[in-house]
């Protein structure tokens, strides 16, 4: 490998500019070291995925912990990216990716040439905590969701054995990070019969109704799942107003592929928008004594302040702001990590993997007046590396691919991990402890690696 050929790096996230990097980078160890004393009596122990996902995210665009090189066979140019960290929960510019390629699936493989809903579905406060303690229950909600509308919907139409379609995202925040599990599904609004594929619409459903029916779906879940007893169920159902909430939103048309990729991006979006977010480091705010104390700082220093503005005034306080000291915003954000390999976005009924892959070697029967079922031989594979170009290229509005130096298209050549390596080509690019806003955690090579 030629390293002074290496002429550059591209980075545009840049995570250590951020607000939410300065204030993990600052305040990381003191949270995770001072948690047992501060926050495990109220809040529960602090779980494994999340002190993982944190170390993560301070490694999210770091070229220390590896790179990939990115060449252009034309001219020779050459430059290095750094690797991210493809955390959920912490790293806004993940969230933002994940975003995209989510809304660009779902409107290119997923959803059928027929009207669709947004609707929400959201708990009580008195049994959002067992959701929270109990991380495992989540992944039902969406279930419950889809299956609640599904059985309004046949009712409605009179059509028991008919199928339908939808996708369901479990969201765990509110507007100033509060636990709220809820969930936002989109659904084809209408059902597909099994044989014919044949679709038929169906009129806006009582929000009544559905509240309904998911309150007795999620009541007879946590009953048979011991969570709650029966003196919880019919203390909750006196209550004038039930807790539980569903909205249903204006009917989509599949053409209107600018709503749906909006709509998409809104319900897998991460807690936080960088955009919202204020850390002011040396701000007149002193924490209370048992947190001073835990993280054993002297009452006299200031811990400073974190603002987030959201995006529509909160009715019970009665304000878009909120201000937390940088060690309860981290946790609160904590709470909004979800376990390893839990799955916050479920496929249901035509839109399931099964049916999917079902439909796929059947797609030939879809000119004979079946089921419409889209050409999803993807011509541009999810795991090729034009695939990342194309999200670059969406959020900067520049094509990393394309070489600045003569307009080549440019090629990844390698993927540089080993430690050795990583300090040898950044030390040769004058990149360590160069950059003002990154401090170099490398060590020195144990020993002289060479370069093919």
Not at 42 to 66: A, I, Q, T
Not at 169 to 193: C, D, E, K, M, R
Not at 199 to 225: D, S
């Amino acid at each position: 490998m030629n390293i002074a050929a290496i002429k550059g790096v591209y980075n545009p996230r840049k995570p250590r500019s951020t607000p939410l990097y300065a204030l993990l980078e600052k305040y990381w160890d003191t949270f995770v070291h001072s948690y047992s004393e501060v926050f495990e009596h109220r809040y529960g122990p602090l779980r494994k995925v999340v002190e993982l996902v944190g170390e993560k995210f301070l490694k999210c665009g770091v070229l220390d912990y590896g790179f990939a090189r990115i060449r252009c066979p034309d001219c020779g140019d050459e430059f290095v990216l750094a690797f991210s960290c493809k955390c959920r929960g912490f790293c806004p510019s993940c969230s933002r990716k994940r975003q995209l390629i989510f809304a660009d699936h779902l409107l290119s493989e997923v959803l059928q040439p027929v009207m669709h809903r947004h609707v929400t579905l959201s708990l009580p406060k008195r049994i959002r905590y067992y959701f929270r303690t109990n991380r495992k229950l989540l992944p039902q909600l969406s279930r419950m969701a889809y299956h609640s509308i599904q059985e309004v919907m046949q009712a409605e139409l009179q059509c028991e054995d008919a199928i339908g379609a939808g996708v369901a995202y479990v969201q765990t925040f509110g507007g100033f990070l509060s636990y709220n599990p809820h969930i936002h599904a989109v659904l084809a609004w209408g059902l597909f019969a099994r044989q014919s594929g044949d679709f038929t619409g169906a009129p806006r459903l009582g929000e009544h109704v559905l509240e309904q029916v998911f309150r007795k779906k999620v009541f007879a879940f946590l009953l048979k799942r011991g969570v709650i007893d029966e003196d919880v169920v019919e203390n909750m159902l006196s209550w004038h107003h039930s807790g539980f909430n569903v909205h249903c939103g204006p009917l989509i048309s599949v053409m209107e592929k600018d709503r749906l990729e909006k709509l998409a991006g809104y319900i897998a979006r991460g807690p936080i928008a960088l955009s919202r977010l204020e850390f002011e480091e040396n701000a007149p705010q002193v924490a209370d004594e048992q947190l001073v104390v835990a993280a054993n700082l002297s009452f006299d220093e200031r811990l400073g302040k974190v603002v987030y503005k959201a995006n529509s005034v909160n009715p019970k306080f009665k304000t878009d702001t909120w201000t937390w000291d940088p060690l309860n915003f981290i946790r609160a954000l904590c709470d909004h990590v979800p376990e390893k390999g839990q799955k916050t976005c479920n496929y249901y009924g035509l839109y399931s993997n099964r049916a999917m892959g079902m439909a796929k070697k059947k797609k030939g029967l879809a000119a004979g007046g079946g089921i419409f079922i889209k050409d999803v031989t993807n011509q541009e594979s999810r795991h090729s590396k034009a695939y990342w170009s194309k999200y670059i290229q969406k959020v900067y509005e520049v094509d990393p691919l394309i070489c600045k130096k003569c307009g080549g298209k440019m090629h990844f050549v390698s993927f540089i991990e080993l430690e050795e390596v990583i300090f040898k080509i950044l030390k040769h690019l004058n990149l360590l402890g160069k950059d003002p806003e990154r401090s170099s955690g490398l060590d020195p090579p144990s020993k002289n690696v060479g370069f093919g």
